[in-house]
C-alpha cells in the first residue's frame, strides 16, 4: 500500500508545532482496521494494509501519541442502567470557555462543543432516568454562572450511532 499523506479531520490532534499531524494512507488504513475490531491483531492488520506487525505496532502508538485516535471499549448506555439521553443547547452570556470546561468536568456529559448558531453550547448528557436527567440540567447545568438558558433534546430512540467518520 502506498503511503500518501492526508490531512487530519480531528482539530484537537496536534503535534508538537501545534498544527495538525498528517496522517497517511497506510495509517489510515490501520485505523479502519481498528474500528472494525479493536482488538483485531497486530499481524493481521500488518497483512491487511502490507505493513510487519513491528511497523504496525509503532504506527499504532504514535497515533495514540499524537491524540489521533483512542482505543476504546464503547458501551450501549441502555445496557449498562443509562437509560435516558438528551442533547442539550444553551445559550452563554459572556465567555463560553468557563461553562465549556464546566460541563467538560461533569461525568454525566458526554460531548462538549462550542457552536454557531441559535445556541453558543451543545452538550450530549447521558442519565439513569428522568430524575437524575432533572437534577442535571435544573441543578447543576443551569446553574453554571454564564448559562443563560438551555433547551433539551431527549432522545426518544437511538436509530444510528457509530464511530466510523474518522477515515471518510
Known sequence: MQS??????????????????TIDTVSLAIIEQLQEDGRRPYAAIGKAVGLSEAAVRQRVQKLLDQGVMQIVAVTDPLTVGLRRQAMVGIKVEGD?????????????????????????????????????????????IRALPGVRSTESFVYLKLKKQTYMWGTR
Do not use: Q, W
Open 4 to 21: 500518501e499523506p492526508v490531512a487530519s479531520r480531528n482539530a484537537d490532534s496536534r503535534n508538537g508545532s501545534g498544527s495538525s499531524p
Open 96 to 140: 463560553l470557555d468557563p461553562v465549556a470546561d464546566a460541563l467538560t468536568a461533569m461525568a454525566e456529559c458526554e460531548y462538549v462543543v462550542m457552536t454557531a448558531g441559535s445556541f453558543d453550547l451543545m452538550v450530549e448528557i447521558v442519565c439513569e432516568d428522568d430524575d437524575h436527567m432533572l437534577e442535571v440540567i435544573n441543578k447543576r
